[in-house]
Protein backbone atom coordinates (compact mmCIF):
# COMPACT_ATOMS: atom_id res chain seq x y z
CA UNK A 1 0.00 0.00 0.00
CA UNK A 2 1.54 3.06 -1.21
CA UNK A 3 -1.48 5.42 -1.09
CA UNK A 4 -4.70 5.72 0.72
CA UNK A 5 -7.24 7.07 -2.12
CA UNK A 6 -10.24 5.20 -2.00
CA UNK A 7 -11.69 2.74 -0.12
CA UNK A 8 -12.26 1.12 -3.88
CA UNK A 9 -8.77 0.24 -3.77
CA UNK A 10 -8.47 -2.31 -0.73
CA UNK A 11 -9.72 -5.87 -1.25
CA UNK A 12 -10.62 -7.60 1.44
CA UNK A 13 -7.72 -8.90 2.86
CA UNK A 14 -5.67 -5.58 2.80
CA UNK A 15 -9.01 -3.65 4.60
CA UNK A 16 -8.68 -6.88 7.46
CA UNK A 17 -5.47 -5.79 7.42
CA UNK A 18 -5.82 -2.64 8.47
CA UNK A 19 -8.88 -3.19 11.01
CA UNK A 20 -6.59 -5.99 12.58
CA UNK A 21 -4.13 -3.27 12.95
CA UNK A 22 -6.29 -0.79 14.37
CA UNK A 23 -7.44 -3.40 17.21
CA UNK A 24 -4.15 -3.90 18.42
CA UNK A 25 -3.62 -0.06 17.97
CA UNK A 26 -6.67 0.46 19.98
CA UNK A 27 -5.60 -1.31 23.00
CA UNK A 28 -2.64 0.92 23.45
CA UNK A 29 -4.70 3.53 23.46
CA UNK A 30 -6.26 2.59 26.73
CA UNK A 31 -2.62 2.72 28.41
CA UNK A 32 -1.24 5.11 30.71
CA UNK A 33 1.55 5.86 28.01
CA UNK A 34 -0.36 6.18 24.95
CA UNK A 35 2.70 7.16 22.53
CA UNK A 36 4.70 4.93 20.70
CA UNK A 37 7.65 5.65 19.10
CA UNK A 38 7.21 3.61 15.93
CA UNK A 39 7.21 6.79 13.30
CA UNK A 40 10.02 8.92 14.84
CA UNK A 41 11.57 11.06 12.32
CA UNK A 42 8.80 10.75 10.20
CA UNK A 43 6.47 14.06 8.76
CA UNK A 44 2.76 14.04 8.40
CA UNK A 45 1.53 16.80 6.49
CA UNK A 46 -2.04 17.61 7.48
CA UNK A 47 -3.13 19.94 4.12
CA UNK A 48 -6.68 20.79 4.48
CA UNK A 49 -8.57 22.86 1.89
CA UNK A 50 -11.73 22.34 3.58
CA UNK A 51 -13.49 23.05 7.11
CA UNK A 52 -12.72 19.90 9.52
CA UNK A 53 -12.44 20.12 13.09
CA UNK A 54 -12.79 16.10 14.02
CA UNK A 55 -10.94 14.62 11.02
CA UNK A 56 -7.85 16.90 10.88
CA UNK A 57 -7.88 16.34 15.06
CA UNK A 58 -8.07 13.11 14.55
CA UNK A 59 -5.03 12.50 11.95
CA UNK A 60 -3.00 14.79 14.38
CA UNK A 61 -4.27 12.62 17.35
CA UNK A 62 -2.97 9.43 15.16
CA UNK A 63 0.26 10.78 14.15
CA UNK A 64 1.01 11.75 17.62
CA UNK A 65 0.38 9.10 19.64
CA UNK A 66 2.91 7.53 16.80
CA UNK A 67 5.57 10.02 17.46
CA UNK A 68 5.42 11.22 14.34
CA UNK A 69 6.00 15.51 13.62
CA UNK A 70 2.86 16.96 12.61
CA UNK A 71 2.49 20.41 10.16
CA UNK A 72 -1.28 21.81 9.64
CA UNK A 73 -1.71 23.35 6.56
CA UNK A 74 -4.62 24.80 6.59
CA UNK A 75 -5.43 26.65 2.82
CA UNK A 76 -8.85 27.82 4.33
CA UNK A 77 -9.42 31.65 2.69
CA UNK A 78 -6.71 31.51 0.17
CA UNK A 79 -7.20 31.65 -3.62
CA UNK A 80 -6.04 28.35 -3.84
CA UNK A 81 -7.85 26.16 -6.30
CA UNK A 82 -6.77 22.95 -8.29
CA UNK A 83 -4.42 23.08 -10.91
CA UNK A 84 -1.08 25.17 -10.36
CA UNK A 85 -1.89 26.14 -6.97
CA UNK A 86 -1.61 22.57 -5.49
CA UNK A 87 1.41 21.71 -7.74
CA UNK A 88 2.78 24.51 -6.06
CA UNK A 89 1.83 23.65 -2.40
CA UNK A 90 2.62 20.32 -3.25
CA UNK A 91 6.06 21.12 -4.69
CA UNK A 92 6.52 23.13 -1.30
CA UNK A 93 5.54 20.06 0.86
CA UNK A 94 7.98 18.08 -1.15
CA UNK A 95 10.79 20.21 -0.38
CA UNK A 96 9.99 20.51 3.42
CA UNK A 97 10.62 16.24 3.32
CA UNK A 98 7.32 15.31 4.48
CA UNK A 99 6.61 11.60 4.41
CA UNK A 100 3.10 11.40 4.22
CA UNK A 101 0.47 13.88 2.96
CA UNK A 102 -3.03 13.79 4.41
CA UNK A 103 -5.23 16.02 1.69
CA UNK A 104 -8.77 16.86 2.06
CA UNK A 105 -10.15 18.78 -0.34
CA UNK A 106 -13.35 20.02 -2.10
CA UNK A 107 -12.88 18.69 -5.29
CA UNK A 108 -12.98 15.56 -6.11
CA UNK A 109 -10.05 14.14 -7.06
CA UNK A 110 -7.68 16.04 -6.27
CA UNK A 111 -5.68 13.37 -3.44
CA UNK A 112 -5.71 11.49 -6.98
CA UNK A 113 -3.73 14.44 -8.51
CA UNK A 114 -1.34 14.60 -5.95
CA UNK A 115 -0.47 10.80 -5.73
CA UNK A 116 -0.02 10.39 -9.31
CA UNK A 117 1.12 13.41 -10.97
CA UNK A 118 5.04 13.01 -9.48
CA UNK A 119 4.69 15.90 -7.61
CA UNK A 120 5.45 14.05 -3.91
CA UNK A 121 7.34 11.28 -3.09
CA UNK A 122 5.04 11.20 0.22
CA UNK A 123 1.91 8.79 0.64
CA UNK A 124 -1.15 10.31 0.09
CA UNK A 125 -3.90 9.52 2.21
CA UNK A 126 -7.04 11.11 0.95
CA UNK A 127 -9.09 12.94 4.20
CA UNK A 128 -12.23 13.58 2.06
CA UNK A 129 -12.48 14.87 -1.77
CA UNK A 130 -15.62 16.64 -2.41
CA UNK A 131 -18.43 14.00 -2.88
CA UNK A 132 -16.05 11.69 -3.87
CA UNK A 133 -14.54 9.26 -1.11
CA UNK A 134 -13.68 9.50 2.45
CA UNK A 135 -11.80 6.23 3.05
CA UNK A 136 -10.44 6.05 6.79
CA UNK A 137 -14.16 6.98 7.68
CA UNK A 138 -15.66 3.73 6.19
CA UNK A 139 -12.45 1.84 7.45
CA UNK A 140 -13.68 3.02 10.74
CA UNK A 141 -16.96 2.62 10.33
CA UNK A 142 -15.85 -0.88 9.48
CA UNK A 143 -14.03 -1.66 12.21
CA UNK A 144 -16.51 -0.04 14.60
CA UNK A 145 -19.22 -2.69 13.31
CA UNK A 146 -16.91 -5.34 13.33
CA UNK A 147 -16.33 -4.55 17.14
CA UNK A 148 -19.79 -4.54 18.01
CA UNK A 149 -21.59 -7.24 15.69
CA UNK A 150 -18.67 -9.90 14.85
CA UNK A 151 -18.02 -12.60 17.34
CA UNK A 152 -16.48 -12.54 20.25
CA UNK A 153 -12.89 -13.10 18.39
CA UNK A 154 -13.19 -10.55 15.47
CA UNK A 155 -9.61 -10.43 14.66
CA UNK A 156 -9.45 -11.81 11.00
CA UNK A 157 -12.58 -11.35 10.32
CA UNK A 158 -14.67 -9.51 7.20
CA UNK A 159 -18.20 -8.24 7.76
CA UNK A 160 -20.30 -11.30 5.95
CA UNK A 161 -23.63 -11.43 6.14
CA UNK A 162 -24.47 -7.94 8.16
CA UNK A 163 -27.35 -6.07 6.74
CA UNK A 164 -26.20 -2.10 7.46
CA UNK A 165 -28.64 0.93 6.51
CA UNK A 166 -26.99 4.03 5.83
CA UNK A 167 -29.44 6.77 5.83
CA UNK A 168 -29.94 10.31 4.06
CA UNK A 169 -28.22 12.93 1.90
CA UNK A 170 -26.42 9.84 -0.07
CA UNK A 171 -26.03 12.55 -2.69
CA UNK A 172 -23.44 14.67 -0.78
CA UNK A 173 -21.89 12.04 1.25
CA UNK A 174 -18.12 10.97 0.44
CA UNK A 175 -19.05 8.89 3.42
CA UNK A 176 -21.86 6.71 1.50
CA UNK A 177 -19.82 6.21 -1.03
CA UNK A 178 -17.15 5.00 0.13
CA UNK A 179 -19.08 2.88 2.87
CA UNK A 180 -20.95 1.33 0.49
CA UNK A 181 -17.41 0.14 -1.43
CA UNK A 182 -15.82 -0.90 1.82
CA UNK A 183 -18.73 -2.57 3.39
CA UNK A 184 -19.49 -4.51 0.41
CA UNK A 185 -15.92 -5.78 -0.04
CA UNK A 186 -16.08 -7.38 3.38
CA UNK A 187 -19.07 -9.09 2.65
CA UNK A 188 -21.99 -6.61 4.09
CA UNK A 189 -25.23 -5.98 2.49
CA UNK A 190 -25.94 -2.29 2.39
CA UNK A 191 -29.19 -0.40 1.71
CA UNK A 192 -29.12 3.05 0.96
CA UNK A 193 -32.05 4.79 1.93
CA UNK A 194 -33.00 8.69 1.03
CA UNK A 195 -35.40 10.54 -1.15
CA UNK A 196 -35.16 10.48 -4.90
CA UNK A 197 -33.71 13.91 -4.69
CA UNK A 198 -30.74 13.06 -2.60
CA UNK A 199 -29.65 10.52 -4.83
CA UNK A 200 -26.93 10.37 -7.22
CA UNK A 201 -27.91 9.33 -10.38
CA UNK A 202 -25.99 5.96 -11.50
CA UNK A 203 -26.99 4.87 -7.37
CA UNK A 204 -28.46 1.66 -9.23
CA UNK A 205 -25.06 0.29 -10.61
CA UNK A 206 -23.57 0.38 -6.63
CA UNK A 207 -22.88 -2.43 -5.52
CA UNK A 208 -26.16 -2.04 -2.26
CA UNK A 209 -30.09 -1.93 -3.04
CA UNK A 210 -31.84 1.44 -2.80
CA UNK A 211 -34.59 2.00 -0.82
CA UNK A 212 -37.22 5.41 -0.54
CA UNK A 213 -38.66 4.42 2.74
CA UNK A 214 -36.99 4.12 5.97
CA UNK A 215 -39.88 2.52 8.59
CA UNK A 216 -39.89 -0.59 5.36
CA UNK A 217 -36.14 -1.02 5.78
CA UNK A 218 -35.98 -0.93 9.79
CA UNK A 219 -38.65 -3.33 10.00
CA UNK A 220 -36.39 -5.85 8.12
CA UNK A 221 -34.30 -5.42 11.19
CA UNK A 222 -30.81 -4.05 10.06
CA UNK A 223 -27.59 -4.28 12.26
CA UNK A 224 -26.91 -1.28 12.05
CA UNK A 225 -28.52 2.20 10.77
CA UNK A 226 -25.70 4.83 9.81
CA UNK A 227 -27.44 8.46 9.56
CA UNK A 228 -25.55 10.71 7.15
CA UNK A 229 -25.46 14.76 7.85
CA UNK A 230 -27.53 16.71 5.56
CA UNK A 231 -25.20 18.54 4.38
CA UNK A 232 -27.14 21.73 4.06
CA UNK A 233 -23.78 23.87 3.01
CA UNK A 234 -23.65 22.46 -0.25
CA UNK A 235 -27.25 22.36 -0.88
CA UNK A 236 -27.45 26.65 -0.72
CA UNK A 237 -27.55 27.30 -4.91
CA UNK A 238 -30.66 27.73 -6.27
CA UNK A 239 -32.87 27.50 -3.30
CA UNK A 240 -32.33 23.43 -2.66
CA UNK A 241 -35.35 22.14 -3.52
CA UNK A 242 -34.09 19.31 -2.55
CA UNK A 243 -36.93 18.37 -0.03
CA UNK A 244 -39.76 20.66 0.96
CA UNK A 245 -38.45 21.65 4.78
CA UNK A 246 -36.66 20.29 7.57
CA UNK A 247 -39.98 18.97 9.37
CA UNK A 248 -40.92 16.74 6.52
CA UNK A 249 -37.38 15.64 6.26
CA UNK A 250 -37.12 14.98 9.86
CA UNK A 251 -40.65 12.68 9.45
CA UNK A 252 -39.85 10.65 7.20
CA UNK A 253 -35.75 9.97 7.20
CA UNK A 254 -34.89 11.48 10.58
CA UNK A 255 -34.52 8.69 13.15
CA UNK A 256 -36.34 9.08 16.11
CA UNK A 257 -37.29 7.61 19.51
CA UNK A 258 -40.39 5.53 17.75
CA UNK A 259 -38.07 4.35 14.70
CA UNK A 260 -35.23 3.22 17.40
CA UNK A 261 -37.83 1.52 19.20
CA UNK A 262 -38.67 -0.78 15.97
CA UNK A 263 -35.05 -1.54 15.81
CA UNK A 264 -33.22 -5.38 16.94
CA UNK A 265 -31.89 -4.96 20.32
CA UNK A 266 -28.49 -5.82 19.04
CA UNK A 267 -28.50 -3.09 16.29
CA UNK A 268 -26.09 0.02 16.88
CA UNK A 269 -26.80 3.42 15.47
CA UNK A 270 -24.05 5.43 13.97
CA UNK A 271 -23.25 8.75 12.75
CA UNK A 272 -20.33 10.11 11.07
CA UNK A 273 -20.53 13.64 13.50
CA UNK A 274 -21.18 16.21 12.99
CA UNK A 275 -24.65 16.06 13.96
CA UNK A 276 -28.08 17.50 13.12
CA UNK A 277 -29.94 17.63 16.32
CA UNK A 278 -33.48 17.49 15.66
CA UNK A 279 -32.98 16.86 12.03
CA UNK A 280 -31.28 13.61 10.49
CA UNK A 281 -31.23 12.24 14.69
CA UNK A 282 -33.07 12.99 17.27
CA UNK A 283 -31.45 13.27 20.92
CA UNK A 284 -33.33 10.24 22.21
CA UNK A 285 -32.01 8.44 18.98
CA UNK A 286 -28.23 10.04 19.34
CA UNK A 287 -27.95 9.37 23.40
CA UNK A 288 -29.05 6.05 23.23
CA UNK A 289 -27.32 3.13 24.50
CA UNK A 290 -27.28 1.82 21.59
CA UNK A 291 -25.81 4.97 19.32
CA UNK A 292 -22.06 4.38 19.04
CA UNK A 293 -20.99 7.86 17.94
CA UNK A 294 -18.46 8.69 20.61
CA UNK A 295 -16.99 5.51 19.79
CA UNK A 296 -16.59 6.12 16.46
CA UNK A 297 -14.54 9.10 17.26
CA UNK A 298 -12.20 7.26 19.05
CA UNK A 299 -11.99 4.40 16.98
CA UNK A 300 -11.09 6.71 14.06
CA UNK A 301 -7.84 7.54 16.05
CA UNK A 302 -6.74 4.08 16.21
CA UNK A 303 -7.41 3.48 12.09
CA UNK A 304 -5.80 6.32 11.20
CA UNK A 305 -3.11 5.27 13.33
CA UNK A 306 -3.16 2.03 11.83
CA UNK A 307 -3.41 3.34 8.39
CA UNK A 308 -0.27 5.63 8.86
CA UNK A 309 1.56 2.62 10.22
CA UNK A 310 1.19 0.90 7.44
CA UNK A 311 2.06 3.47 4.70
CA UNK A 312 4.88 4.80 6.48
CA UNK A 313 6.75 1.87 8.94
CA UNK A 314 7.95 -0.01 5.80
CA UNK A 315 10.74 -0.21 4.14
CA UNK A 316 10.49 3.11 1.76
CA UNK A 317 9.61 2.43 -1.55
CA UNK A 318 7.97 -0.75 -0.57
CA UNK A 319 4.91 -2.04 -2.28
CA UNK A 320 3.50 -4.09 0.16
CA UNK A 321 -0.31 -3.97 0.09
CA UNK B 1 15.05 -14.89 16.06
CA UNK B 2 13.43 -17.47 13.68
CA UNK B 3 12.33 -17.94 10.72
CA UNK B 4 9.07 -19.92 9.73
CA UNK B 5 11.03 -22.99 8.46
CA UNK B 6 10.28 -25.78 6.09
CA UNK B 7 10.36 -29.67 8.29
CA UNK B 8 13.91 -31.17 7.43
CA UNK B 9 15.86 -28.13 6.86
CA UNK B 10 19.07 -27.96 8.93
CA UNK B 11 20.55 -30.16 11.41
CA UNK B 12 18.91 -30.67 14.53
CA UNK B 13 20.52 -29.78 17.82
CA UNK B 14 17.91 -30.21 20.50
CA UNK B 15 15.02 -32.84 20.22
CA UNK B 16 11.49 -32.68 21.59
CA UNK B 17 12.72 -34.24 25.01
CA UNK B 18 15.87 -31.81 24.73
CA UNK B 19 13.37 -28.77 24.69
CA UNK B 20 10.92 -30.34 27.89
CA UNK B 21 13.90 -30.88 29.55
CA UNK B 22 15.26 -27.23 29.10
CA UNK B 23 11.89 -25.53 30.12
CA UNK B 24 11.30 -27.69 33.40
CA UNK B 25 15.02 -26.52 34.37
CA UNK B 26 14.13 -22.64 33.79
CA UNK B 27 10.67 -23.12 35.47
CA UNK B 28 12.76 -24.34 38.46
CA UNK B 29 15.54 -21.91 38.15
CA UNK B 30 12.90 -18.71 38.02
CA UNK B 31 11.18 -20.32 41.27
CA UNK B 32 14.41 -20.84 43.19
CA UNK B 33 15.69 -17.11 42.22
CA UNK B 34 12.66 -15.70 43.14
CA UNK B 35 12.16 -17.46 45.86
CA UNK B 36 8.77 -18.61 44.78
CA UNK B 37 6.14 -17.28 42.83
CA UNK B 38 5.19 -14.34 44.39
CA UNK B 39 5.09 -11.26 42.31
CA UNK B 40 6.03 -13.22 39.57
CA UNK B 41 4.89 -11.98 35.81
CA UNK B 42 5.64 -14.27 32.96
CA UNK B 43 5.48 -12.40 29.56
CA UNK B 44 6.45 -14.11 25.88
CA UNK B 45 7.37 -12.30 23.12
CA UNK B 46 5.60 -13.37 19.97
CA UNK B 47 5.59 -14.95 18.15
CA UNK B 48 7.39 -18.13 19.37
CA UNK B 49 8.16 -16.78 22.60
CA UNK B 50 4.18 -16.97 23.51
CA UNK B 51 3.66 -20.78 23.57
CA UNK B 52 7.02 -21.00 25.23
CA UNK B 53 5.67 -18.83 28.06
CA UNK B 54 2.32 -21.22 28.18
CA UNK B 55 4.70 -24.01 28.41
CA UNK B 56 6.93 -22.46 31.28
CA UNK B 57 3.65 -20.83 33.03
CA UNK B 58 2.14 -24.84 32.78
CA UNK B 59 5.59 -26.15 34.58
CA UNK B 60 5.38 -22.99 36.94
CA UNK B 61 2.39 -23.95 38.35
CA UNK B 62 2.76 -27.30 38.70
CA UNK B 63 6.01 -26.73 40.84
CA UNK B 64 4.29 -23.92 42.60
CA UNK B 65 0.87 -23.91 43.20
CA UNK B 66 0.71 -20.64 44.23
CA UNK B 67 1.78 -19.38 40.70
CA UNK B 68 -1.84 -18.59 38.41
CA UNK B 69 -1.16 -18.17 34.96
CA UNK B 70 -4.37 -16.38 34.89
CA UNK B 71 -3.01 -13.23 36.28
CA UNK B 72 0.60 -13.71 36.03
CA UNK B 73 0.60 -14.89 32.11
CA UNK B 74 0.45 -12.97 29.41
CA UNK B 75 2.50 -11.69 26.10
CA UNK B 76 4.69 -8.34 25.04
CA UNK B 77 4.60 -7.46 21.55
CA UNK B 78 7.76 -5.10 20.44
CA UNK B 79 6.88 -4.45 16.89
CA UNK B 80 6.17 -0.69 17.40
CA UNK B 81 9.54 -0.52 19.30
CA UNK B 82 11.92 -2.18 17.17
CA UNK B 83 14.57 -0.17 15.42
CA UNK B 84 14.20 -2.00 11.93
CA UNK B 85 10.56 -1.36 10.62
CA UNK B 86 12.43 0.96 7.82
CA UNK B 87 14.57 -1.86 6.78
CA UNK B 88 11.90 -4.23 5.70
CA UNK B 89 8.10 -4.56 4.51
CA UNK B 90 5.39 -3.37 7.00
CA UNK B 91 5.32 -5.82 9.86
CA UNK B 92 2.23 -7.11 11.33
CA UNK B 93 1.49 -6.08 15.00
CA UNK B 94 1.45 -9.09 17.89
CA UNK B 95 -0.62 -9.21 20.68
CA UNK B 96 0.18 -7.33 23.86
CA UNK B 97 -1.92 -8.61 26.69
CA UNK B 98 -1.28 -8.21 30.29
CA UNK B 99 -2.30 -9.20 33.66
CA UNK B 100 -5.23 -7.15 35.05
CA UNK B 101 -2.86 -6.38 37.95
CA UNK B 102 -0.08 -4.90 35.28
CA UNK B 103 3.99 -5.05 36.06
CA UNK B 104 4.17 -2.31 38.57
CA UNK B 105 6.66 -3.37 41.42
CA UNK B 106 6.24 -7.22 39.87
CA UNK B 107 9.67 -9.61 38.59
CA UNK B 108 8.99 -9.59 34.78
CA UNK B 109 9.95 -12.30 33.24
CA UNK B 110 10.45 -11.89 29.18
CA UNK B 111 10.20 -15.38 27.71
CA UNK B 112 11.84 -15.50 24.44
CA UNK B 113 12.70 -18.27 21.92
CA UNK B 114 16.33 -17.31 20.73
CA UNK B 115 18.66 -14.42 21.83
CA UNK B 116 21.08 -13.26 18.98
CA UNK B 117 21.99 -9.57 18.66
CA UNK B 118 19.65 -8.11 21.07
CA UNK B 119 17.82 -6.13 19.50
CA UNK B 120 14.62 -7.31 20.50
CA UNK B 121 15.18 -7.53 23.93
CA UNK B 122 15.99 -3.98 23.88
CA UNK B 123 12.82 -3.19 21.89
CA UNK B 124 10.86 -5.40 24.65
CA UNK B 125 12.33 -3.23 27.29
CA UNK B 126 11.52 -0.18 25.83
CA UNK B 127 7.62 -1.37 25.42
CA UNK B 128 7.90 -2.38 29.05
CA UNK B 129 9.08 1.07 30.70
CA UNK B 130 5.77 2.30 28.63
CA UNK B 131 3.77 -0.18 30.45
CA UNK B 132 4.94 0.23 33.98
CA UNK B 133 7.68 -0.07 36.03
CA UNK B 134 8.42 -3.23 37.30
CA UNK B 135 11.07 -4.23 40.51
CA UNK B 136 13.09 -6.48 38.26
CA UNK B 137 13.03 -7.34 34.55
CA UNK B 138 14.52 -10.77 33.72
CA UNK B 139 15.51 -12.81 30.38
CA UNK B 140 14.81 -16.80 29.88
CA UNK B 141 15.61 -18.08 26.60
CA UNK B 142 15.25 -21.15 24.71
CA UNK B 143 18.63 -21.00 22.55
CA UNK B 144 21.31 -18.35 23.15
CA UNK B 145 23.34 -18.22 19.71
CA UNK B 146 25.58 -15.54 20.53
CA UNK B 147 26.74 -12.63 18.04
CA UNK B 148 24.94 -10.45 20.66
CA UNK B 149 25.19 -6.23 19.44
CA UNK B 150 23.98 -4.69 22.55
CA UNK B 151 25.26 -5.23 26.19
CA UNK B 152 22.06 -7.49 26.67
CA UNK B 153 22.56 -11.09 28.29
CA UNK B 154 20.23 -13.79 29.40
CA UNK B 155 19.25 -15.16 33.07
CA UNK B 156 18.02 -18.27 32.32
CA UNK B 157 18.86 -20.05 28.63
CA UNK B 158 18.05 -23.81 27.62
CA UNK B 159 20.36 -23.92 25.94
CA UNK B 160 24.18 -21.98 24.47
CA UNK B 161 24.75 -22.65 21.01
CA UNK B 162 27.76 -21.55 19.53
CA UNK B 163 27.05 -20.83 16.12
CA UNK B 164 28.96 -18.69 12.90
CA UNK B 165 27.26 -15.26 12.33
CA UNK B 166 26.15 -17.27 8.60
CA UNK B 167 24.66 -20.19 9.94
CA UNK B 168 20.67 -19.59 10.50
CA UNK B 169 18.74 -21.13 14.12
CA UNK B 170 15.52 -21.75 14.01
CA UNK B 171 13.45 -22.92 16.86
CA UNK B 172 10.32 -24.83 15.86
CA UNK B 173 7.47 -25.64 18.35
CA UNK B 174 4.54 -27.77 18.34
CA UNK B 175 1.88 -25.10 18.74
CA UNK B 176 3.30 -23.10 15.54
CA UNK B 177 5.08 -25.40 13.50
CA UNK B 178 3.94 -29.11 14.55
CA UNK B 179 6.95 -30.29 16.23
CA UNK B 180 9.32 -29.61 19.09
CA UNK B 181 13.23 -28.98 17.35
CA UNK B 182 15.74 -26.22 17.41
CA UNK B 183 17.68 -26.48 13.86
CA UNK B 184 21.07 -24.78 12.86
CA UNK B 185 21.65 -24.71 9.02
CA UNK B 186 23.47 -22.51 6.54
CA UNK B 187 27.09 -22.04 7.37
CA UNK B 188 29.60 -21.87 5.28
CA UNK B 189 28.18 -22.84 2.39
Redesign the interface.
Known sequence: MKHLLSAADLDRDAAVRILDTAAELAATQGREIKKLPTLRGRTVVNLFFEDSTRTRISFETAAKRLSADVINFAAKGSSVSKGESLKDTALTLQAMGADAVVIRHQASGAPHLLANSGWVQAAVVNAGDGTHQHPTQALLDAYTLRRHLVGPQPAGQDLAGLRVAVVGDVLHSRVARSNVDLLHTLGARVTLVAPPTLLPVGVEAWPCDVSYHLDEVLEQGPDAVMMLRVQRERMSSAGGGFFPGPLEYSRRYGLDARRLAVLPSHAIVMHPGPMNRGLEISAEAADSPQAVIVEQVANGVAVRMAVLYLLLAGGRREDVA | MSDPATPGEGREVLGPDDVSRALTRIAHEILEHNKGADGLVVLGIPTRGLPLAHRLAGRLASVEPGFDPRTQLGSL?IT??RDD????????????RLPASGIDDRTVVLVDDVLFSGRTIRAAL?ALS??GRPRAVRLAVLVDRGHRELPIRADHVGKNLPTASTERVRVMLEETDGRDAVLISGGEG
Open positions: DMHLNRAPVRPIGVTDDL
